[in-house]
C-alpha cells in the first residue's frame, strides 16, 4: 500500500468518492468549491485506487480539516480507513497543523474516538444524514 498526495483533485478520487458516496449512499452534492483547494489523498493496492479522504486548512491558524474518506467496499474491514487517516495526520503535521476536524457520519463515530478524536459537540445533518463536528490535536507539532 502506498500513498499519492495531490494538490488538484484527481480522477481516482473522484471515482472512489462517485462509488462510495453517490452510488452507495445516495449523496447528491458530493463534489464542491473545496475540492478546488483542497489537497487529495489517494491509497493504491498496487496501482488499484482503493481509499481516498481530502485535507485543507481551516479558519484558524494550525487547524486543518480530514474529510470525505472513502474506502471502495472490497478494501473495507482491513484497517484501511486507519491507515489513510494517519497519513492524512503526517501531511498535517508536515505542515504545520496543531488540530485536525472532521466532519464524521454520526454511524462512524467509534471509528474517529478510537483514533484519539473528541467531538465538539456540534451535530447536524448534511444531505439527511447525521453528522458530528470532532477534533484531535496533534502532539509533537512546533
Not at 494538490?7 to 481516482?12: A, T
Not at 496501482?47 to 485543507?56: D, I, N, Q, Y
Not at 478524536?117 to 448534511?126: A, H, Q, R, T
Amino acid at each position: 500500500m502506498n500513498t499519492c498526495l495531490f494538490y488538484k483533485l484527481p480522477e481516482d478520487a473522484k471515482q472512489i468518492r462517485e462509488e462510495v458516496f453517490v452510488k452507495e449512499q445516495g449523496f447528491r452534492n458530493e463534489f464542491d468549491e473545496i475540492d478546488a483547494r483542497a489537497m487529495h489523498l489517494v491509497l493504491y493496492d498496487d496501482e488499484l485506487p482503493v481509499a481516498t479522504c481530502r485535507l485543507f486548512s481551516d479558519d484558524l491558524p494550525g487547524d486543518y480539516v480530514v474529510g470525505r474518506i472513502a474506502v471502495i467496499k472490497e478494501y473495507r474491514g482491513k484497517n484501511i480507513g486507519t491507515y489513510l487517516l494517519k497519513a492524512a495526520e503526517e501531511e498535517i503535521r508536515k505542515m504545520g497543523g496543531k488540530r485536525i476536524i472532521v466532519h464524521a457520519q454520526s454511524r462512524v463515530k467509534k471509528f474517529y474516538e478510537k483514533q484519539g478524536y473528541y467531538s465538539l459537540g456540534k451535530n447536524d445533518f448534511d444531505e439527511d444524514c447525521p453528522h458530528v463536528w470532532m477534533a484531535k490535536e496533534l502532539r509533537g507539532v512546533k
